[in-house]
């Protein structure tokens, strides 16, 4: 069975940091390109970050440059975001997501539908 588990959420103050994890078991993500997405609540689903499968292409969306960090650990079959200056518009359900690509490179890759491996979330709320 293929399965993605994120965690390493929870509740941080403005400023504040989190690292999450996704855990992939039943395959191994060396051949997957991983985005990092997060949904807040009455929003659509939106990419925050991709690593391509061998971890040398990052991308971020604008509003996390510069705060977020994508990584992983192929023989560890993990992906982490480190997430630093959390802000309170941070706040959402983050989900990881697999996908195979020419290359292993992030392709359309803030695309919901071009997903089939989702992990569950976890929740990253940002507050005072």
């Known amino acids: 069975q293929l399965q993605l588990v994120e965690s390493g959420g929870g509740l941080v103050q403005p400023g504040g940091s989190l690292r999450l994890s996704c855990a992939a078991s039943g395959f191994t993500l060396d051949n997957y390109a991983v985005t990092w997405f997060r949904q807040a609540p009455g929003k659509e689903r939106e990419g925050v970050s991709c690593i391509s499968s061998g971890g040398s292409i990052t991308n971020y969306a604008n509003s996390v440059k510069g705060r977020f960090t994508i990584s992983r650990d192929n023989a560890k079959n993990m992906v982490y975001l480190q997430m630093n200056s959390l802000k309170p518009e941070d706040t959402a359900v983050y989900y990881c997501?697999?996908?195979?690509?020419?290359?292993?490179?992030?392709?359309?890759?803030?695309?919901?539908?071009?997903?089939?491996?989702w992990g569950q979330g976890t929740q990253v709320t940002v507050s005072s």
């Open positions: 997501a697999a996908r195979r690509t020419m290359l292993g490179l992030c392709v359309s890759s803030f695309l919901t539908t071009s997903y089939n491996n």
